[in-house]
């Protein structure tokens, strides 16, 4: 347990200004103050400076704990230290989980406790959020392990989303045609099996890169579950709404 407190303490150690700048420009967002929309204040422009630093400095930090710790390269300073590959992606999944799910988290619900109007009030809204970050993080954090720098990493992340989104569309045309009032009455139970799948295929590719090291295991993972993705955004719930 040392050894894995170490490598994140090495982690926030080597990215304490990029932590500082996301934390900093995230807190911004949440503590914004209420104010007329469409103002084009200063304040405006400031917070889309933050918002638009949280999304890129958080693709880079997420990127760069998996690929300055690369899991299957051989010059990758960590083979050369008495730790297993177990306790160093132990390591980077704690640390992700604690920077952009835990703390997202903790905040939101600090503020919810806070607020007279809580924008949160169900524990399963809670873990409708959980589900989004974790789904973002750990597909992205698998594009990274599959990768070696964060170009190519959010290449490969935009290319299997929009690969899946395509797939959905072919897939669409082999699909009963809904009404939008029949789409209305679909419960979010898509979402959770959508998010829940990728979630699942992305742990399974950043585990099979730091365990095993087999990119083509990591292949077939990724066409699995973006045909599981696809399938399930265009078919669940079609039958569902016969049922009972």
């Known amino acids: 347990m040392n050894l894995i407190l170490h490598i994140i303490k090495k982690d926030i150690l080597r990215l304490r200004w990029a932590l500082l700048i996301w934390t900093a420009s995230y807190l911004a967002l949440l503590l914004q103050p209420q104010r007329r929309l469409g103002a084009n ?12 630093m949280v999304v890129v400095v958080g693709i880079g930090v997420v990127a760069d704990i998996i690929q300055a710790d690369h899991p299957t390269r051989d010059d990758a300073h960590w083979r050369t230290l008495p730790m297993s590959s177990r306790r160093v992606v132990t390591a980077k999944l ?13 905040t939101v619900w600090l503020g919810n406790c806070l607020s007279e109007r809580p924008a949160m009030r169900e524990l ?54 809904l009404s939008p009032h029949a789409l209305f009455r ?6 959770q099996v959508i998010t829940t799948l990728s979630i699942l295929v ?16 990591s292949v077939v993972l990724y066409l699995f579950g973006a045909v599981g993705v696809a399938c399930a955004g265009v078919f669940w719930g079609y039958f569902y709404l016969y049922q009972g």
Request: charged share 10%; aromatic share 8%.
């Open 41 to 52: 204040t200063v304040w405006d422009y400031l917070l889309f400076t933050a918002g638009l």
């Open 94 to 106: 704690l640390l992700l989980g604690s920077l952009f799910v835990g703390l997202p988290l903790v």
């Open 186 to 191: 679909m419960p979010l139970d898509k979402v």
């Open 202 to 217: 992305g742990l399974a590719v950043i585990l099979n890169q730091y365990l095993r090291r087999k990119l083509g295991t």
């Open 124 to 177: 399963s809204e809670y873990g409708m959020l959980a589900l989004v970050l974790a789904n973002f993080v750990l597909s992205l954090a698998a594009a990274a392990a599959c990768t070696r720098t964060v170009v190519h990493c959010l290449m490969l992340w935009l290319g299997l989303s929009l690969g899946t989104m395509a797939l959905a569309g072919v897939l669409s045309r082999f699909a009963q045609v």
